[in-house]
């Protein structure tokens, strides 16, 4: 995350390869449930002995005796809707819900965050030097209007994607942060209403950064977890 | 410090049986400590060729046959590893072939050889022991001979040949950087013997081999787990960690089973991509391959010919999970190249529909990915929640892609493939259909107890800010 700062983020989770790299970011939707990118592996069908998911940390590498580090292996995968970028991910046993570790709500179906609308992404990448590599950070982005966004994208914007207001600093989500939430504070609690995408280029200045919307996604990934 | 170990080949969860010992030889021994002190007593004894070792109890059965003895067959195990002497199992020599114990009989010549304990029609000085092995008519080298195993043979105007066993290191050559060898060469260049993959010591490493499938990390054999410029190993030396193995190269550089390139997309993990994007997901211009400037590496072009790392351009010479590049800003060493777009590996969509599709009615009956769909009415692979008797409205017939449940992303069916309960079809939105627009005002919203974080936490951390 670029121009973010350390924080705390209980529903972001670590991919980790099996070397136990970082490599993407996700959110905890369920005890034994993450939601991810596509973009994040090679396919929706890979062998995946060796790869995990960590929480309950703050650390991009944590010690393996820190306290509250959950360490679980992914267990099957299942690949979203056409032109969702959407991956879910099935582990192979439910985490500890803790201080550390808690769930993320997920939006009613085809829910549209008002504008304005105060939010978060986090996550353990790239920052590009304006903060600290090796801790989760957390940065502040406000929600705007599809409209709004498609006047500088020019109408590229699709429906299911949404945006949040451009800033004159470099601030948003980079490599490393990519299948990570967007987070926004609705009806007193956190809501996961955008998945973090790879963009052409990093938090750039006076640009709306894009999400995918995951309330337009929300009744698969019920189905998915049900199924 | 070699293991005892060094000397076996393991087949994880196998069980050697024997027509005629159905309980096998003798009994299990349960007093070891583990898998390396079966192999120190088995490689005392002349007669035991091989080891069970049980992995639940620790008990080991010592063995003296193997997969090549007659009357015996390798069964799956669910608590047995089966460890083979490697003189009797490998089929390839190392050095002058003096350990070789396999049982190839046949001379260079195609001459069957004659069995060691006949004195017709060669009459010869040996006589066969545990000690040297001459077993049956096999071939072995019992003069330390430097072309290897030979024996008498029994044509009468022919002495003795040799049998012309291909040593380990000629046995395999290597494509490339030999990702892809699995020989069974277990010395490095230098002459030192490479330590067990599944072994800590002497030296500890990450590359185990349960976490390593796909890289074959078989005893104690060179590999290139790591893509290195050539497989290598660990070595039993304390003072040497790790060398190269020296192993023939299989030609010209181009692989022969190589995965078609891309240029504008990749597949899998992209390490066929050969396309010319230069810049980091970040927008970070990647550094030319051929630079050790600002980051020094290992991937210099002339060690990884068949990797294609010209100029600056997004590769993955390392089997990561997507292109990546070394940038040119000194504090950012790597990054991946994710703003390329992946391949789709969905087939072409075969018809269309209009709406969620509930009332698509065609004939359809492929996933996305082309995977089949299973029956409705079936209830393997897959227990349908939704059949022809539940759901009569939604026209479940055969197996043709149907929308029982009103998904708004379309079509779908449960399918064959056992590892994917339900999939989207290789169907599009007819190009005349608009789906109505989601972006109304928001409705009112009740959440239970999630998003919710420890505030105590939070303020800690603000303190922190």
């Known amino acids: 995350v670029v121009g973010g700062q350390p924080g705390n983020s209980p529903w972001t989770v670590s991919l980790r390869n099996r070397q136990g790299q970082h490599f993407c970011g996700g959110s905890l939707v ?16 890979v062998p995946l002995l060796g790869y995990e998911v960590w929480l309950g940390t703050m650390f991009q590498s944590p010690k393996p005796t820190e306290p509250g580090l959950q360490r679980v292996p992914i267990a099957k995968m299942v690949c979203g809707p056409p032109d969702s970028q959407f991956l879910l991910l099935k582990l192979e046993r439910p985490v500890t819900l803790n201080q550390r570790v808690a769930l993320i709500c997920l939006p009613p179906e085809r829910y549209v965050v008002p504008p304005g609308t105060k939010c978060e992404i986090a996550g353990w990448g790239e920052t590009k030097g304006t903060g600290n590599n090796s801790v989760l950070n957390v940065a502040s982005l406000n929600v705007i209007s599809n409209q709004d966004c498609n006047v500088k994208y020019r109408g ?42 790879p963009a052409r280029v990093c938090a750039r200045p006076r640009w709306p950064a894009v999400f995918m919307r995951v309330s337009v996604f929300v009744d698969w990934i019920h189905k998915a977890i049900r199924l | 410090q070699r293991s005892p170990l060094n000397d076996f080949q393991v087949l994880r969860g196998t069980e050697l049986q024997h027509l005629l010992h159905t309980a096998g030889p003798g009994p299990w021994q349960e007093d070891v400590a583990d898998a390396e002190e079966c192999a120190r007593r088995c490689g005392l004894l002349l007669d035991c060729r091989a080891f069970h070792y049980n992995v639940s109890s620790h008990g080991c059965q010592l063995l003296p046959w193997t997969q090549d003895s007659p009357q015996t067959w390798l069964q799956r195990s669910g608590r047995c590893d089966l460890f083979q002497k490697k003189g009797y199992v490998r089929t390839c020599i190392m050095d002058n072939g003096v350990e070789y114990r396999g049982t190839v009989a046949i001379t260079m010549g195609g001459l069957t050889c004659q069995h060691w304990s006949h004195r017709v029609p060669n009459d010869h000085k040996y006589t066969p022991t545990l000690h040297n092995g001459l077993e049956e008519n096999f071939c072995r080298n019992p003069d330390g ?23 380990c290191r000629e046995a395999a050559c290597i494509w490339c950087n030999g990702e892809d060898y699995r020989g069974s060469v277990d010395r490095t260049e230098s002459g030192r013997e490479c330590q067990r993959w599944d072994l800590q ?63 504008n997309c990749f597949r899998g993990k992209g390490e066929s991509y050969r396309g010319t994007a230069n810049t980091t997901a970040a927008g970070v211009p990647c550094q030319r391959w051929d630079s050790q400037n600002p980051h020094k590496h290992r991937f210099a072009p002339e060690k990884y010919p068949c990797k294609d790392l010209r100029e600056n351009f997004c590769r993955n010479p390392d089997g990561s999970e997507a292109p ?27 018809d269309c529909y209009y709406g969620t599709g509930e009332q698509y009615r065609g004939s359809v009956s492929k996933t996305r990915k082309g995977v089949s769909c299973q029956r409705w009415s079936a209830e393997t692979p897959h227990k349908s929640q939704f059949t022809p008797t539940s759901a009569p409205h939604a026209h479940l017939e055969e197996n043709f892609c149907r929308n029982p449940d009103g998904d708004s992303h379309g079509p779908w069916c449960y399918t064959t493939d056992p590892r994917t309960p339900f999939d989207y079809c290789a169907l599009r ?7 109505p627009s989601i972006l109304e005002p928001p409705d009112q919203v ?20």
């Not at chain 1, 369920?30 to 069908?45: D, G, I, N, R, Y």
């Open chain 2, 145 to 167: 001979d430097p072309r290897g195993p030979w024996c008498y043979t029994t044509h009468p105007a022919v002495r003795f040949q040799s049998c012309g066993i291909k040593s």
């Open chain 2, 201 to 263: 010591h002497p030296h500890p490493h990450p590359f185990e081999p349960g976490k390593f499938l796909d890289k074959d990390l078989d005893d104690n054999y060179c590999r290139n787990p790591d893509s290195s410029e050539r497989p290598w190993c660990y070595t039993t030396d304390p003072q040497v960690e790790r060398e190269f193995c020296d192993l023939p190269s299989c030609g010209p550089e181009a692989q022969p089973h190589q995965e078609a390139t891309t240029l």
């Open chain 1, 156 to 197: 590229r914007v699709q429906e299911r994607e949404m945006c949040t207001k451009d800033l004159l600093a470099p601030v948003g989500a980079c490599e490393g942060d990519y299948g990570g939430p967007l987070a926004c504070f609705t009806h007193d609690c956190w809501v996961l209403e955008g998945m973090i995408i």
């Open chain 2, 446 to 465: 009740l959440f239970e107890k999630c998003g919710k974080r420890d505030p105590r936490l939070d303020q800690r951390v603000s303190k922190l800010r």
């Open chain 1, 30 to 45: 369920k005890e034994q449930w993450v939601l991810t990118a596509q973009q994040c592996f090679p396919s929706c069908h």
């Open chain 2, 324 to 350: 990546w590049c070394f940038t040119t800003r000194p504090g950012m060493r790597v990054a991946f190249c994710y703003q390329i777009r992946r391949c789709t590996d969905n087939v072409r969509p075969e």
């Open chain 2, 429 to 435: 939105r007819c190009d005349d259909d608009q789906p």
